[in-house]
Structures are given as structure tokens and as C-alpha cells.
């Protein structure tokens, strides 16, 4: 998620290409791609989608069909029993304050009886220096108590009588979130450099392991959020000429009091929800396959706002037809506060304003085509980034070389291989740093991390695929999406995937690279 354009990598830059001609370099691995689609049936194709055109059942999935591409929407019959958000909320630009009303549909999907909810509020993580806070909470007409945990990242709600497994319960919950402005290079929750940028600024429920609830304290190095899907309806009043980006598809816009206006979102399948404001925010739009493609930029990086929206566009073609059609009507780039990082959220991605600049195209791309990928190995198919973070961000890492074969040739592919990930990984073992990539985000140094996490995650990744081949390979990350999607997998589930698709048994290359033996 927090990647750094710190290796650099020169490539010819070339945005008419991206618009509209990504098919015509590396057009054998796309024949590939094609005939694997093609060879595996339509289905593969589809991705996850499960058959059958039933319309959803209810008003709340009837309105989400706005926010899913049309080949997907049958998507949403799968995911009834998902929580529910329905948000009525007001940002003031001036205090930098979101405040507002939730209710939460929960239907307890664990095999215990639960006495208590917990809800995680991860604007209150030192890394996004921000606040949100709950006002008060109540099931019905009753109110509940409830007690902040986790150094107040998380707030355990006392259930007024248990919750058996399958059943159903509405929380209703009063919050208000705060953010500041920030002079810092680096800044997820704040104002900064022309943008609001308030992500996970809803609290969220905790994902419920074999322990009960999930609570970790996430490292500043790492990814914060662990969270399962969900579907999200949020009704946001904010000032009539702000320029306002979230998560989701708005569906309506309607005058509130004074210069106010409304607007009515709703998010598809969605880990997250995310607002984002910035006064003098630019947008150009295209369309990639059903999805449509924004971005937004600050005025004077128009440039490479529309290089952005061209990188974006292709890699999300490109991935479509590798890994099945992700399921979002809209995907979103945003130039965020970010220096030359990176972020992911559902249907969205930041790119650090430091790759706007001049002389910086090049890292802006390869930062694009990794944010984009995250939309299938993060919030299509769920995985633990605490705990395992190899498993997405290795695997997105590894797929940005199949941008690079289809873009650019084999060759830049190639350099991008040598330079991005095995120069890191060869310069750990030179400085004795070496380690497995399946340990806990916690147990590497902040300075080891990118090298272990993501360039030699993507060995890991790039080993599998000479092992089993281009077929196997795509088949496997295919069958992971649709058996996986809108789950959460654990790494045993990749690797079992590849297996399967291969015949091969990867044990030995398992406990290589990613348990150290």
C-alpha cells in the first residue's frame, strides 16, 4: 500500500499509447490471456461472477446496482448477508468535521453467540493523526454501553442481549470524526497541499477471527485496516461548490439548507468508505472496458493528471482480462498528499503529488499500475495485511510486470524485474538483512520492509510463475477470484490455488521464500 517510487527505473513514457493503443507491444502474452479466457469458458472470463440474473431482492441491493459494472450484478445476490451502512452524515470544510448518523446491519456470521460488537475507528491510529469518536449508540430505543479499547482505535459496544449465530441486529451509532491541517510531506487523514483527505473515516466493524474480535494496533509502516466487505449507502451534505470524491457511485444530488448540497452514494462491494474534498480539484474521465476511469488532479499537474487517467485506464484493461472484470462501475486516481507513495481504498487509489512533478512520469506509472491491482489482491479477494502482507502486495507487485510485457515488450518487463525487485532483494542478503516474506508486518524494521515485503514478494510470486507457467498461473489467480471474492483468503488458499491449477506441488518454494526453512 505505502509504496515509495524509491528504485528508480527509467522507461519510456508514452500516454497516446496508453489511451488508446496498450494492445499493440507484447501482444503474445495478450493472445495468451485470450486464449486462456477462451479455453477456460466464459465463466473465467466473468471472473467471479456466479451465474443466474435474478434481480436483488430488496430496495438497499437494487439501489447498490449503480456502483457494479452490468456483467457483474448478479455479484450482489451473493452478498445479502454482507454488513450494511446507511450513513447520513455532514462535512464543514472549515473545521475540517464529518459528523453523522450510521445504522449497521450486522448479521452475526460466526458460529459463537456474541455479546458484544466491536467497531474500529482508525483515524485514531498515530499515522493518520486525526480523531473520530462515537456520541452514542443504541439498538432500538435502547442505548448502549460501550468503551474505547485498543488506544482508542476501537470501541466495544455491549449488546443488550446475545446475539446468536445467523441472527440479525440494527446498531444505530452517532460519530463525528476531526481532521487537521498537516505540514508534512506525508499525510493519509488531513488537509494538506489543496485535499481533505478523510479515508476510514466511518467506524468500521472489526473482522471476527478464531480469537473473536480483531483489534490490532497496525504498525506506521504497514497497512492499517483489516476489514470484511461491505455495502455502503451514505447521504453526504457538504458545500455546493467543493469538489467532493468518495468511494462508491453518486446516484443523486439534492439541495440541502443555504449553499448545501446532498449527495447520495452508494459504494458496490466496498472494504471501506472514503471522502475525499479539495477546492480547486481537476477531473478528466475515459472509459476502461464498464468501468468509468477519473482522475483528479490539482490544476497546474494537468498533465500528469491525464497521465495518470491513461495509466489507470490501460492497467485496468489490462487486469480485466487477465484476472476477470472487477466488479466497480467507477475507479478513481486522486494526487493526494502523499509525497512518492501510494494508497489503495475501494475503487479508488491516491498517488503521491511528488510523481506529478516534472521528471517523474515514469515512477508515477509503475505506482499506478501496482494501485490499480490492488482493486482485485486487496479489496476484491480480502486477505490479513497485519499478518501476511506479502499476499497482496507481493502478488500486485509480481502482476505490474504483466503491465509492463503488454505496454512496453518483454524487455522492459524484464528491467523492471532487475531493478525494482532483485537489485533490493540482492542488497538485503549483501547488508545481512535477509528474512522470509511471510512474517508479520510487525517483525521487520521499517527499513527493511519495501525490500522484503515487495520486491522479494514479488520473486516469490515471479518463481511460482516460472514454475508452473503463463496457463496454470492465470488460471490459478482466476479460480482464487471466484472462489475467494468479496472473502477474506488466508495464504494457504493462493498457494493451494496454484497448486490445483498446475498439478505441481509448491511446498519446497513455500518454505523458501516465504517461511525462511
Same mark, same amino acid.
Given at each position: 500500500m505505502k509504496q515509495r517510487a524509491s528504485f528508480p527505473f527509467p522507461l519510456g513514457h508514452s500516454p497516446a499509447g496508453l489511451a488508446g493503443r496498450w494492445t499493440t507491444s507484447g501482444l503474445g502474452l495478450l493472445a495468451l490471456a485470450t486464449l486462456l479466457v477462451v479455453a477456460c469458458g466464459l465463466i473465467l472470463l466473468a471472473g467471479c461472477s456466479p451465474g443466474g440474473d435474478a434481480p436483488p431482492a430488496d430496495?438497499?441491493?437494487?439501489?447498490?446496482?449503480?456502483?457494479?459494472?452490468?456483467?457483474?450484478?448478479?455479484?450482489?445476490?451473493?452478498?445479502?448477508?454482507?454488513?450494511?451502512? +446507511?450513513?447520513? *452524515?455532514?462535512?464543514? #470544510? $472549515?473545521? !475540517?468535521? %464529518?459528523?453523522?448518523?450510521?445504522?449497521? @446491519?450486522?448479521?452475526?456470521?460466526?458460529?459463537?453467540?456474541?455479546?458484544?460488537?466491536?467497531?474500529r475507528l482508525y483515524p485514531n491510529l498515530p499515522q493518520y493523526m486525526?480523531?473520530?469518536?462515537?456520541?452514542?449508540?443504541?439498538?432500538?430505543?435502547?442505548?448502549?454501553?460501550? +468503551?474505547?479499547? *485498543?488506544?482508542?482505535? #476501537? $470501541?466495544? !459496544?455491549? %449488546?443488550?442481549?446475545?446475539?446468536?449465530? @445467523?441472527?440479525?441486529?440494527?446498531?444505530?451509532?452517532?460519530?463525528?470524526?476531526?481532521?487537521?491541517?498537516?505540514?508534512?510531506?506525508?499525510?493519509?487523514?488531513?488537509?494538506?497541499?489543496?485535499?481533505?483527505?478523510?479515508?476510514?473515516?466511518?467506524?468500521?466493524?472489526?473482522?471476527?477471527?478464531?480469537?473473536?474480535?480483531?483489534?490490532?494496533?497496525?504498525?506506521t509502516h504497514g497497512d492499517a485496516t483489516l476489514t470484511d466487505i461491505a455495502l455502503f449507502e451514505v447521504r453526504l451534505t457538504a458545500p455546493e461548490l467543493l469538489p467532493i470524491v468518495t468511494t462508491g457511485v453518486e446516484i443523486t444530488t439534492t439541495r440541502a439548507s443555504g449553499t448545501r448540497i446532498t449527495h447520495h452514494i452508494v459504494s458496490g462491494p466496498a472494504r471501506d468508505f472514503c471522502i475525499f474534498a479539495g477546492p480547486d480539484l481537476r477531473m478528466a474521465q475515459t472509459q476502461a472496458d464498464e468501468a468509468t476511469v477519473f482522475s483528479y488532479y490539482q490544476p497546474v499537474d494537468s498533465a500528469a493528471g491525464h497521465s495518470a487517467l491513461w495509466e489507470a485506464a490501460a492497467a485496468l484493461r489490462i487486469y480485466n482480462r487477465l484476472f476477470g472484470p472487477g466488479p466497480l462501475a467507477e475507479f478513481k486516481i486522486i494526487e493526494a498528499p502523499l509525497g512518492v507513495r501510494g494508497m489503495e481504498y475501494p475503487g479508488l487509489s491516491l498517488i503521491g503529488d511528488g510523481l506529478y512533478a516534472p521528471g517523474q512520469l515514469e515512477n508515477q506509472e509503475f505506482l499506478v499500475a501496482h494501485e490499480v491491482g490492488h482493486q482485485w489482491w486487496y479489496n476484491l479477494v480480502g486477505n490479513d495485511p497485519l499478518l501476511y502482507p506479502w499476499q497482496d502486495e507481493g502478488l500486485t507487485e509480481y502482476n505490474t510486470s504483466f503491465y509492463y510485457h503488454l505496454?512496453?515488450?518483454?524487455?522492459?518487463?524484464?528491467?523492471?524485474?532487475?531493478?525494482?525487485?532483485?537489485?533490493?532483494?540482492e542488497s538485503l542478503v549483501t547488508r545481512g538483512r535477509d528474512a522470509p516474506i511471510g512474517k508479520p508486518v510487525s517483525q521487520y524494521p521499517a527499513s527493511d520492509y519495501e525490500a522484503v515485503v515487495y520486491a522479494k514478494g514479488a520473486l516469490f510470486f515471479d518463481a511460482v510463475y516460472q514454475a508452473i507457467g503463463d496457463v496454470a498461473y492465470f488460471t490459478a489467480l482466476r479460480a482464487y477470484c471466484r472462489d475467494y471474492g468479496y472473502r477474506q483468503a488466508a495464504p494457504a488458499d493462493l498457494v493451494r490455488a496454484f497448486e490445483e491449477a498446475s498439478g505441481q506441488d509448491l511446498g519446497d518454494l513455500y518454505q523458501q521464500w516465504v517461511q525462511g526453512e
Open positions: 430496495t438497499f441491493l437494487e439501489r447498490q446496482r449503480a456502483a457494479v459494472i452490468p456483467s457483474r450484478q448478479a455479484d450482489l445476490d451473493r452478498l445479502t448477508g454482507v454488513p450494511r451502512y +446507511t450513513v447520513t *452524515a455532514t462535512l464543514d #470544510a $472549515a473545521d !475540517l468535521t %464529518l459528523t453523522g448518523r450510521q445504522t449497521i @446491519r450486522y448479521i452475526n456470521s460466526t458460529d459463537n453467540t456474541l455479546k458484544d460488537i466491536m467497531l486525526g480523531g473520530l469518536g462515537i456520541d452514542e449508540v443504541w439498538v432500538g430505543d435502547q442505548i448502549l454501553d460501550w +468503551t474505547y479499547e *485498543a488506544d482508542d482505535t #476501537a $470501541a466495544r !459496544l455491549f %449488546l443488550p442481549q446475545p446475539l446468536a449465530p @445467523r441472527e440479525m441486529i440494527h446498531i444505530d451509532v452517532d460519530f463525528h470524526a476531526q481532521a487537521r491541517a498537516i505540514d508534512q510531506e506525508y499525510v493519509l487523514f488531513g488537509q494538506a497541499r489543496g485535499l481533505l483527505s478523510l479515508p476510514s473515516a466511518l467506524p468500521l466493524l472489526a473482522v471476527h477471527g478464531p480469537d473473536g474480535w480483531r483489534v490490532d494496533v497496525a504498525e505496454i512496453y515488450g518483454p524487455a522492459q518487463a524484464q528491467e523492471l524485474k532487475r531493478v525494482r525487485w532483485t537489485i533490493p532483494a
